[in-house]
């Protein structure tokens, strides 16, 4: 565990950049959004260094599970659905801080004090999961972001889960893809302690936020893996039913295979 000293700088670390961050995040709704993106990405960068956290990106194979509906498709310009696993309150956070990109994350975030500013600043988009009314709404809004040609980042599991394992990909978020006619990539995420999986950042069940935070605060040497694997497309024109779902399944083994059986052969290890 990290020792005293370093856990009071981290606090304090993550304090300055959080009072910093709203005046800059006030300042970004005026900008573009090129500009705000930049912003997040910066502010991003400055919370995880101080909260100790330490980001490997890694690239991984293509994989769509032996469909003939599907194709994985090099990477380029243009927009993409980046979607993977949940663990953390730190995981939109760790994905601002290596791509740019806007996060799509629940509504309830928008009303929370101080993080509704930061959210606002970044250009966050919001879905309300407690609303089904509301959905075709935010799909359309992700959607528009696609065809604008930024790149948005969604955890379609809609709950996070500790890290050895993962849930189901809900399928609904993938139309947005499907609209926009753009690639969805699969990114599998971990944590570990130097070379040892570790499940201290899960925020999961009744914990508690600053509880967690805390916990992250005290573990030593905490590193963030990202696996970014190829996008994958389905062709337009068939049934959108029938095309979400598909790439729901081919991305969710994507990540599970980067995720739960990673995690295996490491404790096996």
Not at 26 to 34: D, I, K, S
Not at 55 to 78: D, H, M, N
Not at 232 to 241: F, M
Request: hydrophobic share 50%.
């Amino acid at each position: 565990m990290a020792g005293p000293l370093r856990r009071a700088a981290r606090i304090l670390g993550a304090l300055a950049v959080v009072v910093v961050g709203v005046p800059m995040a006030l300042a970004a709704r005026l900008a573009g959004t090129a500009q705000r993106t930049r912003f997040t990405m910066l502010w991003s960068r400055m919370l995880v260094r101080a909260l100790g956290i330490r980001i490997e990106a890694r690239r991984g194979f293509a994989f769509v599970g032996g469909s003939l509906e599907a194709r994985a498709v090099p990477e380029g310009e243009g927009g993409a659905l980046l979607v993977g696993n949940h663990i953390s309150w730190l995981d939109p956070l760790l994905m601002a801080a290596i791509t740019p990109c806007r996060l799509l994350s629940k509504i309830e975030i928008s009303r929370w004090p101080v993080i509704r500013t930061l959210a606002a600043g970044g250009n966050v988009l919001f879905i309300d999961r407690n609303r089904l009314s509301a959905l075709p709404e935010a799909i359309d809004a992700v959607a528009a972001a696609l065809r604008d040609g930024d790149t948005v980042v969604a955890f379609p599991e809609g709950t996070t889960w500790c890290g050895r394992e993962m849930g189901t990909f809900r399928p609904a978020v993938f139309q947005a893809a499907i609209d926009a006619g753009v690639p969805v990539r699969p990114m599998a995420l971990r944590f570990r302690q130097g070379e040892v999986p570790s499940t201290g950042p899960c925020y999961v069940g009744d914990d508690a936020l600053i509880a967690s935070i805390m916990r992250v605060i005290a573990i030593k040497d905490l590193v963030a893996e990202v696996t970014f694997f190829p996008g994958v497309q389905v062709p337009r024109g068939g049934d959108p039913r029938h095309a979400r779902k598909t790439l729901a399944r081919i991305a969710e083994a994507q990540v599970r295979a980067g995720v739960v059986e990673t995690h295996r052969e490491a404790v096996a290890a």
